[in-house]
């Protein structure tokens, strides 16, 4: 009998290494996580560590063999600013990377007769807003409104969010015998920001920065105008939102594809929230147009009531909390240590 097993891909990452702390904290079940880069020395020790690719076919055969997978939180991608730069490299990670680990959860739902819970995190750039004025009459974008991404990056999350319900819903649709169907479930996500890791690669990053450069006395020059406004949800809420939906029962999932989201703030009313913990910090606006029009077609804000009608969503942390009890106590704990 081979060993039930959670797989995390992308666990060095922002999101997933909060999400391994949470589950090894929750969870029995043994995880398994795959990435590129080392998972940090504070949580080797808890996982089974591969270092690999997500496109190395012997490596993932090697890993059926040994375990049967249960679960899977696809985390591993390039991020938006540098898929941008290598829209094929990104197309390769995103889009096949996603293809072969979908390819093995059917597998794996066949052979245990059982799906295999597919757990895949979306983003705000799977929207596309045409214009400002556009921008400010939705403010609040519901999943199916205005799926016009123009970044790789969100035609990728866009396709990945397709692919996922094809295979959960008519794969082998032709085939005699209809065969178990993976569960793919997925969380479009504002802009997420954590105490613990600084983002890289992200369009949405000049959130985070304003407070890691603040907490570390450093000037900062954000990269979008004062008044562009989009939603963010601080890491505890996105393994929160990961782990809620995971465990809800299949018959409160309506849908394959939700937003969740916590507060929306324009980039001024970002640095004032700084400003109110770091009085000192130095913040000023340089907008780089060409990153700023990425954001610009991004929606102000994300209409989350289905993710809280069907399975009870809502987050801890509202701005005020997220600031007061969660970014800076941890954020100045880091720096000072250090
Ligand atoms: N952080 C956000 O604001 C945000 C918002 C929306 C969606 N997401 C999505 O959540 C997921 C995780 O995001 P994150 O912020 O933790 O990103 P991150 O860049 O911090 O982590 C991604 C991880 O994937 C790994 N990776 C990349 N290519 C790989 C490959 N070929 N094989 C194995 N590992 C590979 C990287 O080494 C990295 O550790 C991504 O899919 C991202 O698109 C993030």
Do not use: D, E, F, P
């Given at each position: 009998m081979r060993k039930k097993v959670i797989l995390i891909t992308g666990a060095s990452g922002e999101i997933g290494q909060a999400l391994v702390k949470s589950l090894v904290s929750q969870i029995a079940m043994p995880i398994i996580t795959l990435d590129i880069a080392p998972l940090p020395e504070?949580?080797?020790?808890?996982v089974i560590a591969l270092q690999g690719d997500i496109m190395d076919k012997a490596l993932l055969s090697r890993l059926v063999s040994e375990y049967e997978v249960d679960t899977i939180y696809h985390l591993a991608a390039l991020l938006s600013t540098r898929s941008e730069f290598t829209p094929e490299a990104a197309h390769h990670v995103n889009v096949e990377g996603t293809l072969g680990l979908l390819n093995l959860a059917a597998e794996q739902s066949e052979w245990r007769s059982e799906p295999v819970k597919f757990i895949f995190p979306s983003s705000i750039a799977a929207y596309g807003l045409p214009d400002l004025d556009t921008k400010a009459s939705y403010a609040r974008v519901r999943e199916w409104e205005w799926n016009n991404p123009r970044t790789m990056y969100g035609c990728n999350k866009l396709y990945c969010e397709q692919l996922g319900i094809y295979f959960s819903k008519?794969?082998?649709?032709?085939?005699a015998e209809r065969p178990e169907m993976l569960d793919f479930r997925c969380l479009r996500f504002p802009g997420l920001i954590s105490a613990f890791t600084v983002p890289s690669?992200?369009?949405?990053d000049y959130g985070p920065e304003m407070l890691h450069n603040a907490a570390q006395e450093k000037p900062y020059a954000c990269f979008v105008r004062e008044d562009v406004r989009i939603p963010f949800m601080v890491m505890p809420d996105a393994v929160k939102s990961l782990l809620m939906l995971t465990n809800a029962p299949r018959s409160s999932v309506a849908h394959c594809v939700y937003n969740v989201t916590s507060f929306s703030l324009s980039a001024s009313e970002f640095r004032d929230w700084v400003l109110k913990f770091f009085p000192k910090a130095v913040i000023t606006f340089e907008p780089d147009i060409k990153r700023q029009e990425i954001v610009d077609s991004w929606p102000a804000d994300l209409d989350d009531s289905a993710a809280r009608r069907n399975w009870n969503w809502q987050p801890d942390y509202d701005v005020q909390r997220s600031f007061a009890e969660y970014l800076v106590p941890n954020i100045r704990n880091m720096y000072q240590a250090k």
């Open positions: 504070g949580i080797h020790s808890q008519y794969y082998r649709q032709l085939a690669g992200g369009t949405s």
